[in-house]
């Protein structure tokens, strides 16, 4: 059989791979993530390069492909695909709507702020919302996630439990066997930021960032920012509100992690992985909720067993599969821009 993986960001695409990975008896392909209709025309006029759409997100994703060798169908388009496995459901492509779909949690997910909130009582586009409305399309037939917490928290939301799978997933489920890496500076503070404002929310940058040089309280404060930041201008405000802060935006964080004293987080997903290194944190997100989300620990099995999902997937007959998707192709302001 052949299966599709969607990637999107260097993460999505490297939990891809290790999914895929546990299914080489089948032809397994990759594409960048991609959009139809007026969307891919924006992408393609460049106005979307802060999104896994383009930009940073898809130069990345497109060379971690190459380098490794895979087999790369770019749009899904040379093959007809018995499964489709994706990082992201703010996107259904035309040409997988009629195709079994596993949908797989790539990390931490937004607030339900203004947006959220929009976008479920205008039916507006999924993507104006981000990660918030993971899920929200039900047009997949079994979505994998981290944990237990979030399966409960996806349900609350509106999707369908039945078809929620706890299965942990990918890059975060072996957080306390984290290898040291070649960082060299030691128990700092690190900082790990959000793309709040490239993801059209509000943030008062500077009071995030004089709020961090009062935790650091004297000790040496490095920044590390989310790749789809807008670099330049995150890097004039550290240099103006922590002179002296060290400042990347490339790079494993993971031994960035490891080697820091404390750790200082927005909404990210790292905050999993400080967590469970014993770091001292400060984040956004309650302690309490936080532990309560945390992706289970199975020792770097997750990939093997989403894989054992989209075998039961694929071994389940396509009649079925439609009868029980049960999804309005067309019923959002969304869905008529893809065209």
Partial sequence: MKILFICGSLNQTTMMHQIAGELNDHECYFTTY??????????????????????RHRHDSLKYLTEHNLPLDIRGIRHEYDLVVTGSDSIIQKNIRSRRIVLVQEGMTEPEGIAFHLVRALKLPRWMANTSVM???????TFCVASYGYKELFTRKGVRPEKLIVTGIPNFDNLDNIKPGKFKYKDYVLVATTPFRETMRPEIRPLFIRKCVEIAHGRQLIFKLHPMENVRRAVREIRLYAPGS????????????????????????????????????YSDLDSQELRKLMP????GTSAVKIAQVCRMVMNTPMPLILQRRQVKQRGSLWDQFQI
């Fill in 135 to 141: 899920g929200l399309s039900n047009a997949f037939d």
């Fill in 246 to 281: 060290k400042v990347f935006w490339r790079g494993n964080i993971n031994p960035m992690i490891l080697n820091a004293e404390t750790v200082i987080t927005q909404w990210s997903s790292c905050t999993f992985v400080a967590m469970a290194l014993g770091k001292e944190v």
């Fill in 34 to 55: 991609y959009a139809d209709g007026v969307i891919n025309l924006l992408v393609k006029s460049g106005l979307l390069k802060s999104t896994i759409l383009g930009g």
């Fill in 296 to 299: 289970i620990q199975n020792r």
